[in-house]
Structure formats: C-alpha cells, structure tokens
C-alpha cells in the first residue's frame, strides 16, 4: 500500500504541473520532451549495476518498452488536446473513467475473483469520479465533444492494461528501472521525432521556464510509472482493486490540491461524488 500512495501522490503532482504550466505559459509541447529526457535520464542514473545497463539481447520487455513508450508520448499529446478543444471538465472525466478498461483487464485476462462488494465498488467508483470533476459547460451538442473523450478513454485504458500485462508477463526478471529507463528514453525519442515532423520553424524554442516545468514534470511523471508497477507487483491485492484505489485516490488528492491551492469551487454534485468516490475507496479497502 505504500508503494500505491506514492503514486497516488506523484500523479496529482503531474495534474498539479499540467495547471501551474497554464498559469506561467509553459509551452506543454517542449515540456513534455524535456520530461521524457529528464524521467530516462533518472532511471539510468539510479540504476546501480552496470551489466544491467544495456540489455544483452531484444527481449519481450523492450517489445513492451517499445510500445508504450511511443504510447505515452500519443496519450500526453492526447490528453492536451482534449483538455484544449473540450476543457478540463470532460477530459478529465474520460480520462478518470479509463479505469474501466483496465479493471476488466485484469478481471477477465488474470481470473481474479469477483465478488458482489468488489462489484459494487467498481460500479461506485467511476460514478463517484464523475459526479467529483463534473462542471455545468459540458456540451455534447458539438461532436468533439464525444469522439475526442472517447478516444481519449480508449487509449488511456489501453495504456494502463499494458502496463499491467508487461509488469505481469515481461517484467519478472527485469529491473524496474530498467525498464523505465528504455521506455522513457523511446518516449523521449519518439516526442523529439515528433517535434520534428511538426517544424522546429513553426514551433516554439525551448525557454527556462519550459525546461523547469519539463524537469519537474519529468520527476513526478518517472515517479508515477516506478511506484505504480512497484505497486502492482507488492501491494498483495487484486491488480482491479489497484487501479480502482490509484484512480480514486488521484481524484480526490487532485480535487484536495485544486481547493487549497488553485481556490476551486465543488459544488454539491462535487461533493455528492467526492462521497461516493470515498465509499468505494473504503470498499476496495475492505475486500
């Protein structure tokens, strides 16, 4: 559980900085390059034994590693378009309700056992996620905003299954760290290819302030991956009842953070939802 509510705790440090980027114009684009190099470059750096440092031969882990690396840097780049054409409000709702995906995941593809309590609190959880962020100007009148949540909620589920399939399947006698450190570097790769094929003409330069938020970014962002596996892997609970408590607990830590810091608003509905998001929470606990 300790490993868990490191993560819980480096996620909303990554939603902390994607609102702190809007307030001091951080150039999210060069941000997230310069986070893909910063979280690589601390896996590498942490990682102690050299023989470990370059893998011997192309393994199932580096297909994995592949993979999701150019996955993450699809998803970021996804999420900030969402939030940009649909707001805050519903990108955050598609993106908190993908737990779906990867709670089924682990239920139908590892057998894990199903229960009428575990039922009710995976049906409780994505309500309770809704009614918390939910805002009055959500409009469904303009198609974007049901085709780009939508994807939006596909491909973060997916993600986060494969997560648990290469922790599950491709990680047992790998490094952690290891494994971060190429995914990274293939998401640093991969965003930096991107940049590219946009135009470095016709993108912005890198300024301090995009290299700051990137390395902090970058921190919480290798943080939240690294205690997220190390979760699933030692929490000694069901992989569907990680991914429950990760998400609720992300909401309400992001919910806490935007009162205290950013003087949010909740309305009843809000807190309605913060309620059953609580309850379920204290169901998964109790399984």
């Not at 993908?98 to 009710?120: D, H, Q, R, T, W």
């Not at 909620?153 to 006698?173: E, P, W």
């Not at 494994?179 to 640093?188: E, N, P, R, T």
């Amino acid at each position: 559980m300790f490993f868990l509510i490191l993560c819980i705790l480096s996620t909303t440090l990554i939603f902390i900085s994607f609102r702190y980027f809007e307030t001091f114009r951080i150039n999210i684009f060069n941000a997230i390059i310069v986070n893909y190099f910063t979280a690589s470059s601390l896996a590498f750096i942490l990682i102690s034994d050299s023989t470990i440092l370059i893998p011997g031969e192309f393994s199932s882990w580096m297909t994995m590693a592949l993979l999701l690396g150019i996955l993450f840097v699809i998803i970021f780049y996804l999420i900030a378009i969402t939030t940009q054409e649909v707001g805050i409000a519903v990108s955050s709702i598609a993106c908190k309700m993908s737990m779906i995906l990867p709670i089924l995941f682990s239920i139908l593809y590892y057998n894990e056992n199903v229960s009428g309590i575990k039922i009710a609190g995976i049906i409780l959880a994505p309500a309770g996620v809704v009614l918390s962020v939910i805002k009055k100007d959500i409009s469904l009148q303009n198609k974007k905003f049901i085709v780009l949540p939508l994807v939006m909620f596909l491909g973060v589920g997916i993600t986060d299954s494969l997560v648990k399939y290469a922790q599950q399947d491709h990680l047992n006698n790998v490094s952690i760290l290891q494994f971060s450190a190429y995914l990274f570097l293939i998401s640093f790769i991969s965003s930096f290819i991107f940049k590219f094929i946009r135009g470095f003409r016709n993108s912005a330069s890198f300024s301090k302030k995009d290299i700051l938020g990137g390395v902090f970014l970058g921190l919480a962002n290798f943080s939240s991956l690294f205690f997220f596996i190390l979760a699933l892997r030692h929490s000694g609970i069901d992989s569907s009842l990680v991914f429950g408590i990760n998400s609720i607990g992300i909401v309400l830590f992001s919910v806490l953070s935007g009162i205290i810091l950013f003087h949010e608003k909740l309305t009843k509905i809000n807190w309605a939802g913060i309620i059953t998001a609580v309850i379920s929470l204290v169901i998964f606990l109790n399984v």
